[in-house]
């Protein structure tokens, strides 16, 4: 009788004790159903505890590993920074830019020494032996700057509490050579703008203390955004460009290059999102658009970026307006005469800004009902060649356009 649970033997009359009742057929099976629920669940928490244990000592090491190769990194950045050009070579034949360390040029042959006896290549390793004992000898202050580092996750800005990063004559040469070329690259074709944005990318460790050339990097993200037609790329350079001008503006909220490029990042990052998702980050993007504009209230890019925005809310369909009204007490609102305004601005300012820009005065003319404004300025923008994306785009609907007018 001990081998079962008591509940299930009855007691013998005259022992003292109460007697207890057998459980019926069907209270056993569902006891036995009850246990045999328990166990299982037993056995799959373990299950999961043992794989949870696993996942955390996977990413220990995970964790330790890329630690310790940040910490390399930043030693290997601060001797940079100490000694930011190299020797430099009588052979070399390849760029004279200090943004790029391959050579395009032959090696050399010749057998003759340098001044002080040694060859090139024993020069530059006598060079690096210097380096490494003063990098030595400065072994704590680098470890206190490593610490401050991995703190910071990147190394995107100093804290509010700290000197900013000063430059010495040497790099902030470096870096305005830098910030041209990548103006340069981002105004190219395809291929310059995906050149632009490996430069800055390149240099990140030792300029992303600097606004002008965060704002520049958070650009070439938006580049790549545009250039890529993967959907997870899409998403990752916009959220890396993003998070890049989230640290900035803490610290530089008057630039109005961070506030525009902030905002554009914001539009694209919403572009695969839901509904509720899309209209706050245009809630986002107007008000940063807004704050750009009071810094530099004559720049054409951003009446054109505010255009698009009022055009789209006075666009809205019937589910994105109740959407809207239930998200926000008081909702975005905008007419298309307001981005009319906008557009006709940008015209203003400068006269054939883009192809895409005349297209939507064109439809903003079209949806107001004045129909000779609308054909007058579609034969404007057929006057424009189109030059990216967007103006391509805008092709295809005035052509839409023109047919339907042709009628």
């Known amino acids: 009788a001990q ?13 003292g004790a109460v007697p207890t009742p057998m459980l019926g057929q069907d209270e056993q099976l569902e006891l036995l159903e009850r246990l045999d629920f328990v166990v299982r669940n037993v056995v799959e928490l373990r299950k999961e505890m043992e794989e949870l244990r696993n996942s955390l000592q996977h990413l220990a090491l995970q964790i330790v590993g890329e630690v310790r190769s940040h910490l390399e990194e930043t030693q290997r950045v601060t001797h ?7 020797r430099e070579r009588s052979d070399s034949t390849g760029s004279s830019s200090i943004y790029f360390t391959a050579s395009s040029g032959n090696a050399n042959t010749d057998d003759g020494e340098s001044e002080g006896g040694y060859t090139t290549a024993n020069a530059e390793s006598d060079y690096d ?3 490494e004992r003063e990098s030595e000898e400065e072994e704590d202050e680098v470890s206190c700057e490593t610490v401050r580092t991995v703190r910071r996750d990147s190394l995107d800005l100093v804290p509010e ?3 900013p990063l000063s430059l010495d004559s040497s790099l902030e040469e470096g870096l305005g050579q830098l910030l041209e070329q990548a103006d340069r690259l981002h105004s190219g074709d395809e291929r310059d703008r995906r050149e632009g944005f ?6 990140k460790l030792a300029y992303a203390g600097q606004r002008e050339f965060l704002w520049r990097l958070a650009r070439a993200h938006s580049d790549m955004w545009e250039l890529t037609e993967d959907t997870d790329e899409k998403r990752f350079h916009a959220s890396e460009g993003k998070k890049e001008l989230e640290l900035a503006l803490q610290k530089w909220d008057q630039s109005a290059e961070c506030h525009q490029w902030f905002a554009i990042l914001c ?3 919403s572009e695969h ?7 706050q980050a245009g809630c986002d993007f107007k008000e940063h658009i807004d704050r750009a504009m009071e810094l530099k209230p004559e720049d054409p890019q951003l009446h054109y970026l505010l255009g698009r925005w009022c055009y789209q809310v006075a666009s809205l369909g019937w589910l994105e307006k109740k959407t809207v009204s239930a998200l926000f007490e008081a909702p975005p609102t905008a007419t298309v005469q307001e981005a009319l305004q906008n557009f006709l601005r940008v015209e203003e300012l400068s006269p054939g800004y883009s192809k895409a820009g005349r ?11 004045n129909t000779s404004a609308a054909a007058l300025w579609m034969n404007l923008a057929c006057e424009l060649p189109g030059s990216t994306k967007e103006d391509a785009e805008s092709e295809r609907e005035l052509e839409e356009m023109r047919s339907v007018y042709n009628e």
């Open 3 to 15: 081998a079962f649970p008591r509940a299930l033997v009855p007691a013998e009359v005259g022992d």
């Open 80 to 86: 940079r920074r100490r000694f930011p050009f190299s």
């Open 129 to 131: 032996r210097e380096s």
């Open 161 to 163: 509490d700290e000197a």
């Open 198 to 203: 490996q430069l800055l990318l390149n240099n």
């Open 267 to 269: 539009g694209q990052l």
């Open 273 to 279: 999102e839901s509904i509720p998702r899309r209209i």
């Open 359 to 369: 297209v939507y005065i064109a439809k903003c003319y079209r949806d107001l009902g």
